[in-house]
């Protein structure tokens, strides 16, 4: 599977931005999709994961803040990120983990790069 994670840009501190990641093939309810973002000089970072419908878990840095989401009608899904902070500045990279019946399958997009400044 493909991903295309788009929707980065520049946002000023207290602003939103949202994110999505489109697969290239179909995902079904059991797919794990999940954000990570990776800032200038440190480890990339799981910022929000969704199992399922309505099984979602957040970094303690973004809840509240954020909110996962997905379409698999679209094969969808995304980040909405509102209350945006300076440290939320990173590449952030869509995730999906499937399992094919006999091994997890592991996917990442090519990142969009979030810049919060004023």
């Known amino acids: 599977v493909q991903l295309q994670a788009s929707g980065g840009g520049l946002a000023q501190p207290g602003g939103s931005l949202l994110l999505s990641c489109a697969a290239s093939?179909?995902?079904?309810?059991?797919?794990?999709m999940q954000w990570y973002r990776q800032a200038p000089g440190k480890q990339r970072e799981l910022v929000a994961g969704?199992?399922?419908?309505?099984?979602?878990t957040y970094a303690d840095s973004v809840k509240g803040r954020f909110t996962i989401s997905r379409d698999n009608a679209k094969n969808t899904a995304y980040l909405q990120m509102n209350s945006l902070k300076p440290e939320d500045t990173a590449v952030y990279y869509c995730?999906?983990?499937?399992?094919?019946?006999?091994?997890?399958?592991?996917?990442w997009g090519q990142g969009t790069l979030v810049t919060v400044s004023s």
């Open positions: 995730h999906t983990k499937r399992w094919n019946g006999s091994t997890w399958v592991l996917d």
């Open positions: 093939d179909t995902i079904t309810e059991a797919t794990v």
């Open positions: 969704i199992a399922g419908i309505r099984d979602t």
